[in-house]
């Protein structure tokens, strides 16, 4: 007899098992949640070197263009370093693109900051407050937006809008950037007040002032133009502190940055008051929409060039990371940033460990080198901001919608002119609005076709396409390429009765092919049976074919019970059994009226 029990045998193996793989699916879904973890797990040692040279110039465009565009979003400089570091570090780990650097990006800090300008009554520390405050909250959002799978956000605006978007957005950064270009302030609210004092203002410009930034501006579009690989607004930072030492710029009038705190930023958590939660949320909305749009966009665009391809609800987990870690770091609002991830791309950047070589190329820059960055001319900044801003201008796209299609060619421009008009947040309104209409206008009047039978060539065509295709007299055979809902039903209705009146004669029988139909809603379902009644009156009788089983789970099951008579349309499988049907009811009328 043997003494050994089996389960006392087996039980540590089963256990061991079982820990396994319990460690292996939460790593799994770690990883799933992480990517940066497989990445860096499968680096391979020929990619560094590449990755270093990539992580060393992605960091000298991102320090300065951090820098710039803290002046547009309205905090002090050493804020914009802190968007420009941190953000790279989380979304390394956290985002599905091998290339993409997150920072700082100019329509983002312009709608950051009209939503906190519009909040902070113009006090400067409850500004930078409330900046943070919309920060964290955008990654909230972003994070809520990713676990719910909202990726498909990103295709919500139209080409054609978002262009228009972001030409608006550009043209208000210019108007702002130009006096400090000129070396002159301009005070006024909204793009027409600020367009007509800068006109007013600019006899007042400061010759050094536009000499410095003037030489600048022109070296650095001359080393966009000619060279990807050079870090332009490097040398410009660089040159410009440098000239302003040695001819003592400040001193003769030109502007400069002024003090740049070194080290880590303070760790606080922002506070305001509890009915401003509502307005943060609202325009931490707004931004996600048009940041991830933008973002993803670029992220999509290297990831086909590469030959790879990007997770958009990864995204936005990788975004949302991004913005809670430069919320926390009092940092603003960032996104994917296409300069930076160009400056990748070009000089052979393989991983995301390109990020974090940039992030801690910078970080060191923050503790050790911050003292020469107060000389920088702010007409440097300004140069700076203005060549970035150009890159929104999508000239090729409105000339291929001129020739393409006029109808958007015009949303795109009332789009650019709803900026400009209303303001940049009232401009997410006005781009989601026109987003709408476009929607609405194309499903409201959708593709139809009357069907006939074509020789030779399986099925039923329209007889747009096929005009000899035969018909039979007294049928009317309707597709309707469409879902039926209630924005869309009375056109279906109005192309039937159309078809009925243009009828050679007399319509006995109407076939609804329904098998394009995925979705029906109440006042569709209304506007069908009205449409039956209607008909009947008329001695004409409505069937359907090809209807979808799954159209009855729109409804609760006890009120399609409850209204089984009213809603007991007569149903074929197919076109040719309802032929079938209607020939069988002419041949037995024929009968009948050859017996009478």
């Known amino acids: 007899m043997c003494d050994v029990d089996p389960f006392a045998t087996c039980y540590p193996l089963l256990s061991c098992s079982f820990r396994k793989f319990s460690s292996v699916s939460v790593l799994s879904k770690i990883e799933q949640l992480v990517p940066g973890i497989q990445g860096y797990k499968t680096y391979k040692r020929e990619y560094f070197s590449r990755d270093i040279v990539a992580g060393l110039s992605v960091a000298a465009v991102a320090l300065p263009v951090g820098i710039a565009y803290s002046e547009i979003a309205g905090v002090a400089p050493v804020v914009g370093i802190y968007a420009a570091i941190f953000p790279l570090i989380a979304y390394a780990f956290f985002g599905s693109s091998r290339q993409l650097m997150t920072g700082p990006d100019a329509a983002t800090c312009l709608m950051a900051a009209a939503a906190v300008g519009a909040l902070s009554g113009g006090d400067p520390q409850r500004h930078a407050t409330l900046m943070v405050a919309l920060t964290l909250i955008t990654g909230v959002c972003y994070l809520g937006a990713g676990f719910a799978r909202l990726g498909f956000v990103a295709n919500f605006l139209s080409h054609p809008i978002l262009v228009g978007y972001l030409h608006g957005i550009a043209i208000i950064i210019l108007i702002d950037q130009m006096p400090k270009l000129l070396g002159f302030t301009i005070d006024g609210e909204g793009f027409l007040a600020k367009s007509l004092e800068f006109a007013r203002q600019l006899n007042g410009t400061h010759p050094i002032t536009l000499a410095v930034g003037g030489s600048l501006l022109l070296l650095l579009i001359s080393i966009k133009y000619f060279s990807r690989v050079l870090p332009g607004p490097f040398i410009v930072v660089a040159l410009g502190i440098l000239a302003s030492q040695l001819f003592e710029l400040e001193a003769q009038g030109v502007a400069v940055l002024g003090e740049v705190p070194a080290g880590l ?3 606080r958590l922002p506070t305001f008051e509890l009915n401003q939660f509502p307005d943060l949320v609202r325009d931490a909305v707004g931004l996600v929409l048009i940041s991830f749009t933008s973002g993803v966009l670029t992220s999509k665009s290297f990831a086909r060039r590469s030959g790879y391809s990007i997770d958009a609800n990864q995204e936005l987990i990788g975004f949302g990371a991004a913005n809670l870690a430069s919320g926390l770091a009092q940092g603003f609002p960032v996104t994917g940033a296409d300069s930076r991830t160009a400056v990748n791309n070009a000089t052979g950047g393989r991983t995301q460990l390109v990020g974090l070589i940039a992030a801690f190329t910078m970080l060191g820059i923050l503790f050790f080198l911050t ?7 702010e007409t440097a900044l300004a140069a700076i901001i203005i060549v970035s801003v150009f890159g929104f201008f999508d000239f090729a796209a409105l ?4 020739h393409a299609s006029r109808r958007e060619l015009l949303f795109s421009l009332a789009t650019t002119g709803g900026v400009l008009l209303f303001g940049v947040l009232p401009g997410v309104l006005f781009a989601v609005v026109l987003s709408l209409i476009w929607l609405l206008s194309v499903a409201t009047r959708p593709y139809d076709a009357v069907l006939g039978k074509v020789s030779n060539v399986e099925g039923f065509h329209d007889l747009d396409d096929y005009p000899k295709a035969q018909t039979i007299p007294g049928l009317l055979m309707y597709r309707f390429d469409a879902d039926l809902v209630f924005f869309n039903c009375d056109q279906f ?3 039937i009765e159309e078809e009925i009146q243009k009828a ?11 098998r394009p139909i995925n979705i029906i809603d109440y006042t569709g ?9 209607e008909l009947e009156d008329r001695g004409i009788e409505l069937v359907f074919t090809g209807v979808k ?6 409804f609760r099951s006890t009120w399609v019970e409850r209204r089984e008579n009213e809603l007991n349309f007569r149903l074929f499988p197919s ?3 309802a032929m079938d049907a209607f020939k069988e009811r002419e041949d037995r009328s024929t009968q009948s009226s050859k017996k009478d």
């Open 504 to 514: 050679e004669t007399p319509i006995e029988w109407v076939i609804i092919d329904a």
């Open 549 to 554: 089983h799954h159209l009855s789970e729109f």
């Open 575 to 577: 076109i040719e059994s």
């Open 265 to 267: 930023p303070p760790f």
């Open 525 to 533: 379902i209304q506007k069908l049976q009205d449409l039956r009644e």
């Open 371 to 377: 003292s020469p960055m107060s000389m920088l001319p």
């Open 493 to 495: 209705e109005k192309r």
């Open 399 to 402: 000339k291929t919608l001129w």
